[in-house]
Structure formats: C-alpha cells, structure tokens
C-alpha cells in the first residue's frame, strides 16, 4: 500500500528559484495538509484542503501556494524560495469523519541557499 | 489557545528500561482529540494512538501504554522495557476547533542504547 507519496525526497534551491512539491494519496481521502517541520518548532501548518478545488491557509502560509485539481493530489509551490523556507515539508491526508487521524508522507527535505 | 506542550527534549535511556514521555495540553474545547505520533530516524511520522475527551481510560497496546488525566490536562506515553527500535522523536499533538489540523507539540527525542 502506497499511502500518501511525496516527490521529490530531497532538492536544493537557490534564493528565488521556484519549485513544487506534489502530494499524492491513495486512501480516497477527503482532507490534505501540508506542514513544514523545523528543529525544536514541531510541525507547523502551512496549507490544507478539505476537498478538490477547494485550499485555506494554516498557521504559516506566506511564500508558499497550493492546488488541489484531483482529490488524490496535493501540490506546494514556492514562487520565490527564501533561506527561511529550509525545512522538512510533510503532507498529510485523512477522512473528513475520523477527527483527524492524519497518515503522513515521508517527507521532502529542502535546502534554499 | 491551543497548546501542547512537551517539556523534555531529549531522554536517553538503557534498553530494557521503562521511559516515561510527558504531554501536557491546553484547550477550552470541552470535546477534543489527542494523538502520539512516532518519527524514527527515517523520517517518517506513524501514527500511534488517538484518544477523544470523554475517554480516560488508560490504553495499552504491547509495551506501549498511555495514561490520560483530564484533571492535569496531561497525556502521558510509556514505553515499558524499551528497546533500540523505540529510538525516535515523538509528538504529542491535539486537534484545533477547526478539525482541520493538528496542534503539535515540540517532540521528545528518545535515545535507546544497548
């Protein structure tokens, strides 16, 4: 069982290249997420979506922008990447009826110089 | 405010030793979930249990047990005789009015050596 795939695994940019992140998962489910994870700041929520076509901003969305055109993906995008956008993204995913239990990818690894 | 708050950073201890992770949460939701998730040195996050307000009962699965106490607001995570493969960070996290995401907390850094 796949689960929730995340591409790529690593990618290193320089200061102002774009670039996106692509979520996908498998389970049919409703609701995806996406979190950054910092050391010592635990995961923070970016954006997440609650249906296809539909996105909201989480607690840090500045820099970064969303789609989700199929129920199955979720896309991040950097317009203009930023040394402050170093981190681990995490894309999550769960049923709308089970109060969040939220499986997770295994994570992208970015590097802004 | 939402808030968990996990105040030990980083436990180290021998295998076959039991370890205690603590979690301590803040909510004025009368009902709301808590969950502990496990990130090993691969990266990933793995669910490990969710537990909803109204349910204090104290969970036990293998050597794993979580003991919840609304009263303290704490919900606390034993690993009983650890062993290296329970080397990991591990969160706390409770879920936000919304219903749309996790409130994490900062994670705890456990260290099993032989």
């Known amino acids: 069982n796949a689960g929730v795939t995340q591409t790529p695994k690593f990618r290193v940019l320089k200061t102002g290249q774009s670039m996106t992140l692509l979520c996908a998962q498998d389970m049919n489910h409703e609701y995806m997420y996406w979190y950054r994870q910092d050391p010592g700041m635990g995961l923070r929520l970016i954006h997440y979506s609650v249906g296809e076509g539909t996105t909201a901003k989480g607690e840090v969305p500045d820099g970064y922008n969303v789609s989700r055109l199929k129920k199955q993906n979720f896309l991040l995008g950097l317009e203009s990447a930023a040394p402050s956008q170093t981190s681990v993204y995490f894309c999550a995913s769960s049923y709308s009826g089970t109060r969040n239990i939220q499986y997770f990818g295994a994570g992208t690894r970015l590097s802004v110089l | 405010a939402q808030k968990v708050t996990q105040a030990q950073t980083e436990i180290s201890v021998v295998e076959k030793e039991d370890v205690t992770l603590d979690c301590v949460y803040e909510?004025?939701?009368?009902?709301?979930?808590l969950f502990w998730y496990k990130q090993p040195p691969s990266g990933e996050l793995v669910f490990l249990i969710r537990?909803?307000?109204?349910?204090?009962q104290n969970e036990i699965s293998g050597r794993y047990s979580w003991n919840f106490q609304k009263s303290t607001s704490s919900f606390n995570f034993t690993i009983t005789a650890s062993q290296v493969v329970d080397s990991a960070v591990y969160f706390c996290?409770?879920?936000?009015?919304?219903?749309?995401?996790?409130?994490f907390g900062k994670g705890t850094s456990l260290l099993v050596t032989p």
């Open positions: 537990r909803n307000s109204f349910d204090e």
């Open positions: 996290a409770l879920d936000q009015n919304s219903g749309y995401a996790l409130n």
């Open positions: 909510t004025r939701d009368t009902t709301y979930y």
